[in-house]
């Protein structure tokens, strides 16, 4: 990565998406540029104003960032350069001295008072919950407060940016949270690794019967892994649906790119959102389709030897 490259992300400090940045050593070296809200990231990338752009995608437990999924399906045009997974461990902050029932508002970004709803029903029954731009803005909303009521849900390291202390660690109501990150730009697709992951968008061109069904053969037909799928509006009416996929392997295998291709033909409409490489460190499963393809094509070349014998 190029030193004066800039790079977007959700801020303000303290934001869970930077607590993810800044664990990319290449990334938190480049020129950080912190906006308030997820399309903004996504629109600073498409109008040239940064190079990079780093944005929660998925969460293990509240699913699908849906801001970032629609953004990236309908209004720009960025491509996957690769994925970022991190555990998230959920805070109750508070400004110094404040004890639990004092509380009255909890102010967070929307997936975060979803992951922790469990415990703040349990703990907090009577308090109100309020939407910020970010785990962090709530905290920075929470610090500049005159009296103990309210309280924000974020990281240990808003805390510390916002002179605010844990009164509380660990709320959320699952240990296993882990949110998906993606980094984003608006040209060029990484070479494959042989542990990749590709990402599309398949638009119906009508709603018909066996119309997904269609769809998954495709997959199916070539043993290629689904990690990802699922429906969302196209905003043109009810019942109007496109899919979202990701799968095991890069446009540069031959069978991921004739899936590609039939996906074309059939569909009308197929939206590369990037091949990229996956985060984790197992990658036998992704080599499979590969191996399988190759072992029909040679299967196939010996039937075809015969032909006019």
């Given at each position: 990565m190029g030193e004066n490259k800039r790079l977007a992300y959700l801020g303000p400090s303290g934001t869970f998406t930077e607590q993810a940045l800044l664990n990319q050593t290449d990334l938190k070296e480049l020129e950080l540029v912190s906006v308030s809200s997820i399309p903004e990231v996504l629109k600073r990338v498409s109008d040239n104003e940064a190079d990079l752009g780093f944005v929660a995608i998925e969460n293990s437990i509240e699913g699908s960032v849906n801001i970032t999924q629609d953004t990236l399906t309908f209004d720009a045009n960025l491509l996957i350069q690769r994925e970022v997974v991190s555990s998230i461990e959920l805070n109750l902050l508070v400004k110094p001295g404040t004890s639990l029932d004092e509380i009255t508002t909890v102010l967070s970004f929307p997936h975060a008072i979803a992951q922790c709803k469990d415990w703040l029903s349990d703990n907090l029954p009577n308090a109100v919950t309020e939407a910020a731009n970010s785990t962090a803005d709530a905290a920075k909303q929470v610090s500049g407060k005159s009296h103990n009521t309210f309280a924000a849900i974020g990281t240990e390291r808003a805390a510390d940016a916002y002179g605010l202390e844990i009164l509380v660690g660990g709320i959320q109501d699952h240990?296993?949270?882990?949110?998906?990150?993606?980094?984003?730009?608006?040209?060029?697709?990484?070479?494959?690794?042989?542990?990749?992951?590709?990402?599309?968008?398949?638009?119906?061109?009508?709603?018909?019967?066996?119309?997904?069904?269609?769809?998954?053969?495709?997959?199916?037909?070539?043993?290629?892994?689904?990690?990802?799928?699922?429906?969302?509006?196209?905003?043109?009416?009810?019942?109007?649906?496109?899919?979202?996929?990701?799968?095991e392997g890069h446009i540069s295998d031959e069978v991921v790119a004739d899936c590609l291709k039939n996906l074309h033909v059939k569909n009308g409409s197929v939206k590369f959102l990037g091949s990229y490489p996956a985060a984790g460190d197992d990658n036998t499963i992704l080599d499979k389709a590969t191996v399988d393809s190759e072992k029909a094509d040679s299967w196939l070349d010996e039937l075809r030897g015969h032909i006019g014998k």
């Amino acid at each position: 990565m190029g030193e004066n490259k800039r790079l977007a992300y959700l801020g303000p400090s303290g934001t869970f998406t930077e607590q993810a940045l800044l664990n990319q050593t290449d990334l938190k070296e480049l020129e950080l540029v912190s906006v308030s809200s997820i399309p903004e990231v996504l629109k600073r990338v498409s109008d040239n104003e940064a190079d990079l752009g780093f944005v929660a995608i998925e969460n293990s437990i509240e699913g699908s960032v849906n801001i970032t999924q629609d953004t990236l399906t309908f209004d720009a045009n960025l491509l996957i350069q690769r994925e970022v997974v991190s555990s998230i461990e959920l805070n109750l902050l508070v400004k110094p001295g404040t004890s639990l029932d004092e509380i009255t508002t909890v102010l967070s970004f929307p997936h975060a008072i979803a992951q922790c709803k469990d415990w703040l029903s349990d703990n907090l029954p009577n308090a109100v919950t309020e939407a910020a731009n970010s785990t962090a803005d709530a905290a920075k909303q929470v610090s500049g407060k005159s009296h103990n009521t309210f309280a924000a849900i974020g990281t240990e390291r808003a805390a510390d940016a916002y002179g605010l202390e844990i009164l509380v660690g660990g709320i959320q109501d699952h240990s296993d949270n882990e949110t998906r990150f993606v980094l984003v730009a608006s040209d060029g697709v990484p070479s494959p690794t042989g542990y990749d992951k590709t990402s599309i968008v398949v638009f119906q061109d009508a709603d018909r019967p066996g119309s997904l069904l269609g769809i998954l053969q495709e997959f199916a037909a070539r043993s290629l892994n689904l990690t990802r799928l699922e429906s969302r509006p196209t905003k043109k009416g009810l019942g109007n649906y496109c899919f979202l996929i990701d799968l095991e392997g890069h446009i540069s295998d031959e069978v991921v790119a004739d899936c590609l291709k039939n996906l074309h033909v059939k569909n009308g409409s197929v939206k590369f959102l990037g091949s990229y490489p996956a985060a984790g460190d197992d990658n036998t499963i992704l080599d499979k389709a590969t191996v399988d393809s190759e072992k029909a094509d040679s299967w196939l070349d010996e039937l075809r030897g015969h032909i006019g014998k």
